[in-house]
């Protein structure tokens, strides 16, 4: 089966303009999270959608938004860039509710820099 | 404040020969505890796991191991291979459902031939 695809695969912008990342999950998959992976972070959680409604928020500022389609696939979008947002951007996708945390399956991300 | 650490940034190892990675955690809620890889212009990939009513978990040549009271894990590879050359998140759950994974920064190995 198709994995998580992620478009673009890169993507530069520069400072102030804002951005749309689009994440289509696993077919059948209901749960999307996106995370930010930067040098010496690690992946940071931004927000995980579930049947079209946030259900996690992690410790982002609202410049950075998302949303779910009916059918599943999810955009992710980051107003006024920074520099500092120049980072690898994947999300996840599980079944949902009640997915253990070994349901979870990585897209290859966007690599977002900002100039 | 990193609730999850991966001291080392980055590990070489000969082939053939043990690769030892480290994880220590400060949130004694975690009770779920896995590793990722990640090779360039890939995802990460569930490598294996462990939960904390284990100590060790093995899996072919990957073996985790927790010291829940230490609050450390760490990732054996044995032996090594250069395929295992890649960057490994340790990642923490309070929670089997896990929505909110916690990751480490990775350490970067390279198994050398």
């Known amino acids: 089966k198709a994995g998580v695809t992620q478009t673009p695969r890169y993507l530069i912008k520069t400072r102030g303009q804002q951005v749309t990342l689009s994440c289509s999950p696993i077919?059948?998959?209901?749960?999307v999270s996106w995370y930010q992976q930067t040098p010496g972070q690690g992946l940071q959680f931004l927000f995980e959608?579930?049947?079209?409604?946030?259900?996690n928020k992690g410790n982002f500022p609202g410049r950075f938004s998302g949303r779910q389609f009916s059918n599943s696939r999810s955009e992710m979008n980051v107003s006024t860039l920074e520099l500092g947002d120049s980072a690898l951007y994947l999300c996840?996708?599980?079944?949902?509710?009640?997915?253990?945390?070994?349901?979870?399956?990585f897209g290859s991300g966007t690599r977002l820099t900002v100039v | 404040d990193q609730q999850v650490k991966q001291n080392s940034p980055s590990l070489s190892v000969q082939e053939g020969r043990i690769s030892i990675l480290n994880c220590d955690y400060t949130?004694?809620?975690?009770?779920?505890f896995l590793w990722y890889k990640k090779y360039p212009a890939e995802g990460p990939t569930f490598l294996i796991s462990?939960?904390?009513?284990?100590d060790k978990n093995e899996d072919g040549r990957f073996t985790v191991f927790l010291n829940k009271s230490a609050k450390h894990l760490s990732l054996h590879i044995v032996p090594s291979q250069p395929g295992d050359s890649a960057v490994y998140f340790c990642?923490?759950?309070?929670?089997?459902?896990?929505?909110?994974?916690?990751f480490g920064p990775g350490t970067r190995l390279s198994v050398l031939p």
């Open positions: 996840a996708s599980s079944l949902g509710a009640g997915t253990d945390i070994y349901g979870y399956t």
């Open positions: 077919s059948g998959h209901r749960s």
């Open positions: 959608y579930f049947s079209e409604t946030q259900r």
């Open positions: 949130n004694s809620m975690f009770d779920y």
């Open positions: 462990i939960s904390s009513i284990k």
């Open positions: 990642a923490a759950s309070a929670d089997n459902y896990g929505q909110n994974f916690v």
